[in-house]
């Protein structure tokens, strides 16, 4: 009975350690927003941990950089000084705090940290049930966390202190040596819990994953998650499908993981830990076959990538396979591979904001990164390409004219068109048009999300190619001919009448030319057309003067009317054929 008591003693001890180091070990901190109380933190895993502590009684009235005020269940208060704090980083992989009671001055150290960091610091059964319990959790898709503490007697914490400010006192070695004190203290840690955190995924995550695959996008998978829990997330988000199978690089030599690629079948979902991904980049030859092996894959997930890893994989992808890379990201530990890609996007969430402010792109949910990429990517890039070749079409009409009429008269340098008809041809007559060509969309955006496979055409370049800048060349060299052929077949009177018929053909063919290119009709569109034409119309006839201009006639209006006829509807026919075929 004696030792059941005891054994009952220890327990609740050890609980009321375990739910105080939920409490106490973290950067979490009450706020109060209009009476409203909430908990504030980097990580949202320390607020869930919170949460449950207070669930059971626990409550953090306030927090300082100094002091953490508890409110116990029995209603007691509880005032801890924080004495030392270590916080977590990517490298570590753990946090610690050193803290001491106010009323008993009991100093406790508290660390916490990822499974396989802990294992070292605790004894052999701890260390048993730890890789156990971090198994099991992980397999469940939870991400885990190992408690320990330790008491500290005020001669140990004295001496600490005591090496702490000796390492500090070499600059170029302080780091390297005040590291070293830390993990002294850390030796010997009593196991408290192993905690598990489920991290809820986003709707429709999975159909948009296989959207974007279906749009001929590579999808790859970086996380810092153990293997176990990156398997499961990659089942449940769809990203690895049921008849495919894990094909896990497990060697640290760098031959045997020559051996693994050259075995594996790209049908796979190929899975490597950071410790192999570190092995990997560590050889030129390695890096180059891994890479060259995994651009094949239907999917890649990496586990256990620290951030730098993040980085550095952003990085080989554009200069190993010269691919255009978008890396999307929620967290702090994503803001490395945010910057390296071509295209960063940050998610806002439970994770703060520090991805969404250091990305390109900021989105609320990831369903929202589907419409960003097929919706508004595709289109910008198909009205880009459009408004990019009419662009270079009037530039380049304007010049075969005045190259051909130049030629025709024995090279003679007399320019066929006044500097303001120059001037305004680019800047008033056609540049309304030819903007709001930016407002057209070739597809509706349902069509756009019910076929993805029409973003391969983008990926193609289809729409800005050699192939699709020798047409516009043809098109500009074949109407500036025509317009200068058939203006010099029409000549009879003055060379006023010649540059009116030649001037009033450009720009209404130029019309035309946006006109039958338009799919979807804009009212700015019809507005800007309109416009642009009461504005020529206006100078046609009233600023003849200033324009060199002739004056219109029937005779004068039907060969403006044959010459822009010629020079526009031999490509009309040929674009209305490929469009139809």
């Known amino acids: 009975r004696r030792s059941s008591k005891t054994e009952s003693s220890k327990n609740s001890i050890t609980l009321k350690q375990t739910l105080l180091s939920l409490m106490l070990c973290n950067n979490v901190s009450p706020i109060y927003d209009d009476d409203e109380r909430k908990l504030q933190a980097s990580s949202p895993d320390e607020v869930a941990l919170v949460n449950f502590a207070e669930t059971l009684g626990f409550l ?35 946090m610690g705090i050193i803290i001491r009671n106010d009323a008993t001055n009991q100093i406790l150290f508290l660390l916490k ?73 850390e030796g010997g840690m009593n196991l408290l819990a192993v905690t598990g955190v489920e991290d809820l995924l986003q709707e429709d995550i999975k159909s948009s994953i296989l959207t974007l695959r279906n749009a001929g996008i590579k999808v790859w998978m970086l996380t810092g998650d ?33 051996q693994q690629l050259t075995d594996f079948r790209s049908e796979d979902t190929l899975l490597v830990s950071g410790p192999v991904l ?16 995994a651009r ?43 910057q390296c890609a071509n295209v960063g996007i940050g998610i806002e969430g439970k994770e703060g904001l520090q991805a969404a402010l250091a990305s390109d792109f900021s989105v609320r949910k990831f369903n929202q990164i589907v419409r960003l990429i097929l919706w508004h990517g595709r289109l910008s890039y198909v009205r880009t390409s459009l408004m990019t070749n009419f662009v270079l079409h009037r530039g380049l009409v304007i010049s075969v004219i005045q190259v051909l009429f130049m030629t025709l008269f024995y090279y003679a340098t007399i320019y ?30 349902k069509q756009a999300f019910n076929y993805p496979e029409l973003y391969q055409l983008v990926q193609e370049g289809q729409h800005i190619s050699i192939e699709e800048f020798l047409s516009w060349l043809w098109k500009s060299i074949f109407q500036g001919s025509v317009i200068i052929m058939l203006s010099l077949y029409f000549l009879e009177n003055t060379l006023t009448e010649f540059v009116t018929i030649t001037f009033t053909a450009l720009i209404f063919l130029e019309y035309l030319n946006i006109l039958t290119s338009i799919r979807t009709w804009h009212r700015y569109m019809v507005y800007s057309i309109c416009l642009s034409i009461v504005i020529y119309l206006f100078c046609l006839l009233f600023l003849q003067e200033m324009f060199y201009f002739s004056s219109l006639s029937l005779e004068t209006t039907t060969k403006i009317f044959v010459i822009t006829y010629a020079a526009w509807f031999p490509f009309q026919v040929v674009q209305t054929i490929r469009r139809t075929w």
């Open 60 to 94: 953090m009235e306030s927090r300082t950089p100094d002091k953490v005020v508890l409110k116990l269940p029995n209603h007691s208060t509880e005032t801890w000084s924080i004495l030392e704090n270590f916080p977590f980083t990517s490298e570590s992989k753990r």
């Open 113 to 185: 940290g990822a499974d396989s960091i802990m294992v070292d610091r605790i004894d052999t059964v701890g260390r048993m049930y730890v890789e156990e319990e971090a198994e099991k959790l992980s397999k469940e898709g939870l991400r885990t966390l190992v408690f320990t503490a330790k008491k500290l007697s005020p001669e140990d914490y004295a001496a600490f202190k005591q090496r702490m400010a000796f390492a500090a006192q070499n600059l170029k070695t302080r780091d390297r040596e005040e590291k070293k004190c830390v993990e002294n203290i």
């Open 226 to 258: 153990k293997l176990e829990t990156a398997k499961c997330i990659a089942i449940s988000t769809g990203f690895k499908s049921n008849e495919q199978k894990f094909y896990e690089l497990n060697s640290t030599r760098a031959s045997e993981i020559a």
């Open 278 to 293: 570190e092995v990997i980049f560590s050889s030129s030859s390695l890096t180059e076959q891994f890479f060259f092996r």
């Open 296 to 338: 094949d894959c239907v999917s890649v997930v990496l586990c256990r990538c620290a951030p730098k890893q993040k980085a550095e994989v952003t990085m080989a992808l554009k200069s190993q396979l010269g691919k255009v890379v978008c890396g999307i990201g929620d967290g702090g530990n994503d803001v490395g591979m945010i």
């Open 416 to 445: 066929i068109f006044n500097g303001y008809l120059t001037l305004c041809y680019s800047t008033v007559f056609t540049c309304l048009p030819v903007f709001a060509l930016i407002l057209d969309q070739d597809i509706p955006m």
